[in-house]
């Protein structure tokens, strides 16, 4: 059974730019959602596409498939989808022994940056960047599935300040 094991951050500073990769665009949106279990479909630079399910197991880990689909059919689901289509560009960043994704988001979105981490296990401690705010791994309002339901707080803007 696929699972993942993450870490969120807020992201404090622009610090990370300098060792980041050529970076990804997404356009994403959640499909269905039920209590901890998510269907999100997302298109990666227009040129591929994948389907996620997302059962929640606690705020660290959680069960995920995902599975290739044609861009087409993706485009359909993006359109179909409930809540709005989120954008964001995605960059990898080496630090220490892993690798961060640093996604920057666009739209209603636009100042918000948030790092995720994965781990082989609930147990490994990554070197955390100095680039880093605040965690919100488990904080439910940034979950993807909230980002496209619009359920952040009117001052979220505010929040993001480290």
Do not use: C
Not at 116 to 127: L, N
């Amino acid at each position: 059974m696929a699972k993942e094991i993450e870490r969120k951050f807020l992201v404090a500073s622009d610090g990370w730019r300098e060792k980041a990769r050529r970076g990804k665009g997404f356009r994403q949106a959640i499909v269905f959602s039920e209590g901890n279990r998510t269907v999100r479909i997302r298109a990666i630079d227009e040129k591929k596409a994948k389907l996620t399910i997302k059962i929640g197991i606690n705020g660290l880990s959680r069960h995920e498939f995902e599975y290739d689909v044609p861009m087409k059919d993706a485009q359909e689901l993006l359109a179909l989808a409930n809540g709005r289509t989120i954008t964001k560009t995605r960059y990898d960043v080496k630090h220490g022994k892993h690798v961060w994704e640093v996604d920057v988001y666009g739209g209603d979105l636009a100042d918000l940056v948030v790092a995720e981490v994965e781990m082989k296990s609930e147990k490994d401690r990554p070197e955390l960047p100095d680039w880093l705010g605040r965690e919100v791994t488990g904080d439910p309002r940034y979950s993807n599935q909230a980002l496209a339901e619009g359920s952040l707080p009117e001052n979220w803007r505010d929040e993001i300040q480290p």
